[in-house]
T-cell receptor
Framework: GAVVSQHPSWVICKSGTSVKIECRSLDFQATTMFWYRQFPKQSLMLMATSNEGSKATYEQGVEKDKFLINHASLTLSTLTVTSAHPEDSSFYIC???????????????FGEGSRLTVL | AQSVAQPEDQVNVAEGNPLTVKCTYSVSGNPYLFWYVQYPNRGLQFLLKYITGDNLVKGSYGFEAEFNKSQTSFHLKKPSALVSDSALYFCAVRDVRGKLIFGQGTELSVKP
């Protein structure tokens, strides 16, 4: 099946620094990628929809200046957590949809997640 | 608005017994329903989906799910559970813009 790669898989940073997480579709093109946040043993919360070549669409309550999303190519989306604080510590997961697939029925492929710990 | 609910936080079964993980949905229009599994500190793996057609959908690792329109349910089932099936399971519905809306998740524990 299609592969979505996330990097880094885990990162520890100091409070106040910025962290960038990459999401790559390895064998397909993805005009749309999604970024989720997950707290321990809880569901995935959709943060934003990343659209290649245009601005991301953020869900209500998600600070766009805090969580910068860039989707510069058909295979790469990045999430930058700016001025990270301990409350930003979480598991971040991206997913990508094959551009060839239908928006409603096409399968979404998930990355392995990135665990961010802010000290 | 589209939503799914998983009424059980945890399901415990003995190895070899059948398992059911429950999911109910609320959608306007045709439901596009999915099941995913998540192992600790990993991303989500696709199990199966219902788009249209047969109400009984077969998926990966011996799992299947039954779409029941009258009960608005999409329960995940497996005839014989394995210890390795222990994981977090998510039911999800796709909205018209293609976004997945997840249920709260059910932790499945299969004991030897």
């Amino acid at each position: 099946g299609a592969v979505v790669s996330q990097h880094p898989s885990w990162v520890i940073c100091k409070s106040g620094t910025s962290v960038k997480i990459e999401c790559r579709s390895l064998d397909f093109q993805a005009t749309t990628m999604f970024w989720y946040r997950q707290f321990p043993k809880q569901s995935l919360m959709l943060m934003a929809t990343s659209n290649e070549g245009s601005k991301a669409t953020y869900e209500q309550g998600v600070e766009k200046d805090k969580f910068l999303i860039n989707h510069a190519s058909l295979t790469l989306s990045t999430l930058t957590v700016t001025s990270a604080h301990p409350e930003d510590s979480s598991f971040y997961i991206c997913s990508a949809r094959d551009s060839q697939g239908s928006p409603n029925t096409g399968e979404l492929f998930f990355g392995e997640g990135s665990r961010l710990t802010v000290l | 608005a589209q939503s799914v609910a998983q009424p059980e936080d945890q399901v415990n079964v003995a190895e070899g017994n059948p398992l059911t993980v429950k999911c109910t949905y609320s959608v306007s229009g045709n439901p596009y329903l999915f099941w995913y599994v998540q192992y600790p500190n990993r991303g989500l793996q696709f199990l199966l989906k219902y788009i249209t057609g047969d109400n009984l959908v077969k998926g990966s690792y011996g799992f299947e799910a039954e779409f029941n329109k009258s009960q608005t349910s999409f329960h995940l089932k497996k005839p014989s559970a394995l210890v390795s099936d222990s994981a977090l399971y998510f039911c999800a519905v796709r909205d018209v813009r293609g976004k997945l809306i997840f249920g709260q998740g059910t932790e499945l524990s299969v004991k030897p």
